[in-house]
């Protein structure tokens, strides 16, 4: 055997774990079956703009260590996530707080707000949430629901808010003071010249092979590595062989215009029904670009399918019950550890991953 490991896949979690073994002076194989390493943080240089190729990400954590942790590998800006949503011709800030509150309602102070939203749910008389309408009900009203979730929500996941599970909606912030940061967390930020790099610098020393699907050369590669650090689809590791898990897909349309300014804001979401698109990003306001130009995606949210990108795992009883068993597969394994967003079926934000594949590293070397 040539090497102690090979990860399969050089996002986050492969290269976070790549890193650690190389300083306990273990050799590493990545292989990536992608052109370019990063995974879904891969940034591109557009005319000067990093452009978030799969998806806008913000870096936000609560733990002291991880933020640390990533700012060995980059200097973070002080971006702020505050989307705005855009309802008809209607504008209110994200997440639901007094701002939302005092424009919907023509109110100002926090009592009045409660008062409303008691009174739009009273009748209703919601004491466990059993489903995202009703937890979404139970938090903000019927008018909030209606106009700034209901259609986002089924754009989004192309579920009735009442098939969808109630936790879904709770990772977002809801304040009764006038506070548009997206995110509760301590620590935020937009990595000066992309995340690319911070991947570029986990996985320096480490070999990386591009555009090599572990799937399609098994053979070969099982043999090169005493284990396997395994960060795809695990139902695919295993060939669908107790069924398919299911995921929403999105497809970006990313174009170039010639103007400075397109929308004002890095993240505008689109809450009606009726515009196709979930949100429009604008990349350079991650990172107060001033260039001549802009780019911007709209994202157009859809079903996973064979050959698609898997992007949000649906967590519903059905999907986890499956996952379970692929999960028990993959315990009786002694050489393959599953690991990252793929491999354990879980929407992860990014100080996650890592947080997880440090946590393997301490189990593991
Ligand atoms: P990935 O980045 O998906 O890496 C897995 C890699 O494995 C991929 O490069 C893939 O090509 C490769 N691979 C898979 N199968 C094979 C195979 N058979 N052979 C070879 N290679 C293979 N997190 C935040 O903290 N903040 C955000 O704002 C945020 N926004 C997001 C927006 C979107 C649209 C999405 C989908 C996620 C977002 N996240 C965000 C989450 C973030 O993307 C993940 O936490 C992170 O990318 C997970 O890293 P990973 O290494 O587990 O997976
Ligand atoms: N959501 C909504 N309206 C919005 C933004 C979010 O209803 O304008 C709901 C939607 O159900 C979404 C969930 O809140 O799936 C979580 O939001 P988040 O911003 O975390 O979604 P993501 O970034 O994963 O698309």
């Known amino acids: 055997m040539k090497y102690d490991y090979l990860i399969v896949g050089a996002g986050l979690f492969g290269a976070v774990f790549a890193h650690e073994a190389k300083k306990k002076g273990k050799k590493c194989l990545v292989v990536e ?6 995974g879904n943080v891969y940034c591109e240089d557009i005319h000067g703009i990093w452009v978030h190729k799969y998806g806008a990400h913000i870096f936000h954590t609560s733990h002291k260590n991880i ?7 980059a200097e973070f800006n002080n971006y702020i996530n505050a989307p705005v949503a855009r309802y008809k011709d209607e504008l209110y800030n994200l997440p639901f707080n007094m701002n939302t509150f005092s424009k919907m309602w023509g109110i100002a102070t926090p009592k009045e707000a409660k008062e409303i939203i008691s009174a739009q749910i009273a009748h209703l008389n919601i004491k466990e949430p059993a489903n995202l309408e009703e937890q979404a009900l139970s938090l903000v009203g019927r008018d ?13 996941w192309g579920r009735d808010c009442k098939e969808l599970p109630a936790f879904i909606i709770q990772r977002l912030p809801l304040r009764f003071v006038y506070d548009n940061n997206y995110f509760n967390d301590r620590y935020q930020g937009i990595p ?59 497809r970006f349309e990313t174009e170039e215009l010639a103007m400075e300014n397109y929308q004002g804001n890095a993240v505008v979401n689109y809450t009606d029904r009726e515009v196709p698109y979930t949100r429009i990003i604008e990349h350079k306001h991650f990172e107060f670009g001033q260039q001549p130009t802009t780019v911007i995606s709209r994202e157009y949210s859809r079903e996973w399918k064979k ?11 059905r999907n986890n019950a499956l996952y379970e068993q692929y999960k028990a597969l993959a315990a009786q394994e002694n050489k393959v550890i599953f690991g990252g967003r793929l491999g354990g079926y879980k929407y992860y934000d990014m100080d996650k991953v890592i947080i997880s594949a440090l946590e393997l590293c301490q189990r593991e070397l």
């Open 33 to 38: 079956k992608r052109n370019h390493i990063a």
């Open 67 to 73: 933020w640390d942790y990533v700012n060995q590998f």
């Open 144 to 156: 909030v629901y209606e106009k700034l979730i209901k259609g986002y929500t089924e754009k989004q």
């Open 192 to 250: 000066l010249g992309g995340y690319t790099k911070i991947v570029e610098k986990l996985l320096e020393g480490t070999p990386v092979r591009l555009n090599t699907d572990f799937l399609a050369n098994r053979q070969e590669l099982e043999t090169a590595a005493e284990k396997i650090i395994y960060t795809g689809m695990i139902d695919q590791y295993y060939d669908y062989k107790l069924g398919v898990l299911e995921y929403r897909s999105v």
């Open 307 to 317: 050959g698609d990108e898997p992007y949000y795992p649906v967590n519903n009883e």
